[in-house]
């Protein structure tokens, strides 16, 4: 089972806690959007709940079928996103993912490629306390999903390479066999926290167990378990 958020009643999930705090970040989830956002919708959330420009963010983009990864601000001048080189389809499952490497440098991709990137400057991480899924959980919160969301993780991506090209390079492949149905759970290094949304909003790695506000219980996309997992 996956998780239904209704955007017109500000439906989303959020845990009061810092799942992550330092670079690089990998995130990734399934989701499914019935209806296009012209404000952006966000999948995925993490950052300072008392402010509205510390984040990192997986979600749609505000103007076309695109999706993106964002940096907002830490002090810098504006936003930052990547955004992917394909449009989402409505009423479909597809597969989100992110790489956040440093202060200058992201990447976007939908159904395991359609890469984008950006490398515009922002400020360092501060102050992560919340993490929120199915809309942005700052101080003003916003951006709701009208939609479906599944199989939820965060990486850090620290020890997945000697170096961020390669950290880039190896992580990539798993978003590709993510894309294909494997769960989170096969890539469990580096892994901080996995929301499989099946029925129960719990963490399975540690110990961030989500709140709702809002939202109910959906079919969830096809995935490929791990040998032996219930």
């Not at 999930?13 to 690089?24: E, F, H, K, S």
């Not at 952006?40 to 979600?59: E, N, Q, R």
């Not at 983009?61 to 992917?84: C, E, H, I, M, Q």
């Not at 719990?202 to 959906?218: F, H, R």
């Amino acid at each position: 089972m996956s998780r239904l958020f209704d955007d017109a009643s500000n439906e989303y999930l959020y845990v009061n806690q810092a799942v992550i705090t330092a670079y690089p970040i990998g995130m990734a989830c399934w989701y499914k959007l019935d209806a296009h956002h012209t404000s952006g919708a966000t999948f995925m959330w993490c950052g300072d709940k008392d402010v509205a420009d510390y984040f990192i963010a997986l979600g749609s983009l505000t103007a076309g079928n695109l999706l993106r990864a964002a940096s907002n601000k830490y002090g810098a001048a504006a936003v930052k996103y990547a955004v992917t080189s394909t449009n989402y389809t409505l009423n479909t499952w597809e597969h989100a993912a992110a790489i956040f490497l440093g202060v200058s440098e992201r990447h976007a991709y939908i159904n395991g490629g359609n890469k984008g990137s950006d490398t515009g400057t922002v400020g360092a991480m501060a102050n992560h306390d919340r993490v929120g899924i199915g809309s942005s959980r700052d101080s003003s919160p916003g951006a709701y999903v009208s939609g479906e969301i599944a199989e939820a993780a965060i990486w850090d991506l620290t020890n997945w390479g000697v170096n961020d090209a390669t950290r880039e390079t190896n992580f990539e492949k798993a978003i590709a066999s993510m894309a294909k149905g494997y769960t989170p759970a096969h890539f469990p290094l580096g892994l901080k926290a996995y929301w499989p949304l099946v029925r129960s909003l719990n963490d399975k790695v540690g110990g961030y167990n989500l709140t709702a506000s809002g939202t109910i219980v959906s079919a969830h996309p096809r995935v490929i378990m791990p040998h032996g997992a219930l």
